[in-house]
Nanobody, 121 residues
């Protein structure tokens, strides 16, 4: 079994910063892409940022320049530094990882339980 544990969410004022962390643990042979999604009330879940095992990144246009995704492969952990927060960034942020449990297994996506980010105006 693979588990993703997220941390770093909270309540901040507009213009503030947060750093989210997500650590994968359990039966892991290798971790492929990892990413962050978010879901605001009444809206669908959207991709915020993704990073490949080799460090290639992609961002949603709405967060480009403010959010930075990174990873530590030795720790199976993905991070997201969030700067210049806006009220519209308020959402539950979910970690996602594509994991190969063993070398002979099929890779599957796993999700964290989410961490709340609330930005006050």
């Amino acid at each position: 079994q693979v588990q993703l544990v997220e941390s770093g969410g909270g309540l901040v004022q507009a213009g503030g910063s947060l750093r989210l962390s997500c650590a994968a643990s359990g039966k892991i042979f290798s971790v492929n892409a990892m990413g962050w999604y978010r879901q605001a009330p009444g809206k669908q879940r959207e991709l915020v940022a993704v990073i490949s095992s080799g460090g290639i990144t992609n961002y949603a246009d709405s967060v480009k320049g403010r959010f930075t995704i990174s990873r530590d492969n030795a720790k199976n952990t993905v991070y997201m530094q969030i700067n210049s927060l806006k009220p519209e960034d308020t959402a539950v942020y979910y970690c996602n990882a594509n994991v190969l449990p063993t070398w002979y297994s099929r890779a599957d996506d796993y999700w964290g339980q989410g961490t709340q980010v609330t930005v006050s105006s």
